[in-house]
Every structure is written in structure tokens, then in C-alpha cells.
């Protein structure tokens, strides 16, 4: 089965602080993404990877950036967190596997900014 | 105009009954078509996947897609309380990973026992 993880499920931070958000995939998957789910508007995606260093914004890149150093690990960065950056954040990783190609997601970490 | 529409709910049924989940999209150039299930607090989980037009059944769901209406559903037979979560459709006009997928915003289901 493939399995996305994220550093953590739940997260306080002060209005200004850095942030680093980060997510491992144990399939070898080359693309990975990262989307922001809030009520009413459904998943966003913030960035996404499809290869190691590469990058490209998603439809709300504002006030986020990543890394991809290794292909299996994608990091969200907030460099100053702001309050409307309170959300649930998941990342996934997409390939193929027996039910075919899709993305698969981890469990979200909800982040809370004070 | 959303590319993809999905009627939040929140949709409350009886154990046991059918549950019809729909969504529908403008875009004509998706081909692949996805279900997810999210229990409150955690993260999608595929549920189903299908290619094109046609049904595709797995234990109680059943997947349907009609390209010609551009109507996508997700039908649940027997449904239990432990199918109560957000479901959310989801779609691609190809299969290569580093296209992404368009969500739509989700349905609320609650199945009370």
C-alpha cells in the first residue's frame, strides 16, 4: 500500500513565525503536492513537484514555498505565518499502483496560526 | 463557473438505504474520474477510480460515468454509519502523474443508524 506521512497532525504557531511542513512518500513517486483544504472551498493546491528540485506553483503559491531535495520527501515552507494560513494542509504523491493513477494523500496536518 | 460542481450537503439517510453522490464538470477533456472518502479529521482516501464511460462496481459502491451530460455519480448500497464522511469527486484529463487533478468541493454524508 502506499503510505504518505506528514511530520505532524497538529500545529500552534505565532503570526510571523517559519514554518515547515514536512511529507514523506515510501512508493517512488515522482510528482507530490500540496494542497490546502478549508470549508466551503474545498482542496487548493498550493505547490506541486514532479521530479526532485523541480517545482511549480499551484493555484494559491502566495505566501508558501517548498523544497524537494530527495524524491521522496516535500517540504512546505511558510516563511512568515499569517492567520488567514490556518487550515488543514495535506500532501500527496501521485503514480500507479493497482487501482491505477491517482493521487494519494497523507493524513493532513492542521495548522493553527495565533 | 466551477469546472467541476458537487453539492456540499450535508445529506443525512436512513441505514441501509441507497445513497446517490453526483457531480458534474464542464470540462470535456477529462477522462479519468476518481471517488474519494474523507473521514473528519484525516486525509482522502481513494475509493474508486474509472476511465472514461461506463459503471464500475467494487463490494457497495458503484461508480457511473456519463461523458455525454459531462455527470459523474457514486452510488452506495446498503450503507452503514461507518460510510458517514466528506466524498469528494475528482478528475484528469490524462493519466500523466504531473497533471493535476481537479477536485470538486465535496459532499457532507451522514448515515444515521
Known amino acids: 500500500d502506499v503510505k504518505v506521512t506528514q511530520s505532524s497532525r497538529y500545529l500552534v504557531k505565532r503570526t510571523g513565525e517559519k514554518v515547515f511542513l514536512e511529507c514523506v512518500q515510501d512508493m517512488d513517486h515522482e510528482n507530490m503536492f500540496w494542497y490546502r483544504q478549508d470549508p466551503g472551498l474545498g482542496l487548493r493546491l498550493i505547490y506541486f513537484?514532479?521530479?526532485?528540485?523541480?517545482?511549480e506553483k499551484g493555484d494559491i503559491p502566495e505566501g508558501y514555498s517548498v523544497s524537494r531535495e530527495k524524491k521522496e520527501r516535500f517540504s512546505l515552507i511558510l516563511e512568515s505565518a499569517s492567520t488567514n494560513q490556518t487550515s488543514m494542509y495535506l500532501c500527496?504523491?501521485?503514480?500507479?499502483?493497482?487501482?491505477?493513477?491517482?493521487?494519494?494523500f497523507g493524513p493532513g496536518t492542521r495548522l493553527t496560526v495565533l | 463557473q466551477k469546472e467541476v460542481e458537487q453539492d456540499p450537503g450535508p445529506l443525512s439517510v436512513p441505514e441501509g438505504a441507497i445513497v446517490s453522490l453526483n457531480c458534474t464538470y464542464s470540462n470535456s477533456a477529462f477522462q479519468y474520474f476518481m471517488w474519494y472518502r474523507q473521514y473528519s479529521r484525516k486525509g482522502p482516501e481513494l475509493l474508486m477510480y474509472?476511465?472514461?464511460?461506463g459503471n464500475k462496481e467494487d463490494g457497495r459502491f458503484t461508480a457511473q460515468v456519463d461523458k455525454s451530460s459531462k455527470y459523474i455519480s457514486l452510488f452506495i448500497r446498503d450503507s452503514q454509519p461507518s460510510d458517514s464522511a466528506t466524498y469528494l469527486c475528482?478528475?484528469?484529463?490524462?493519466?500523466?502523474?504531473?497533471?493535476?487533478?481537479?477536485f470538486g468541493t465535496g459532499t457532507r454524508l451522514t448515515i444515521i443508524p
Open positions: 474509472t476511465y472514461s464511460s
Open positions: 513537484s514532479y521530479d526532485v528540485k523541480m517545482k
Open positions: 475528482a478528475m484528469s484529463s490524462t493519466n500523466f502523474g504531473n497533471e493535476k487533478l481537479t
Open positions: 500527496a504523491s501521485r503514480g500507479w499502483s493497482k487501482e491505477g493513477d491517482t493521487q494519494y
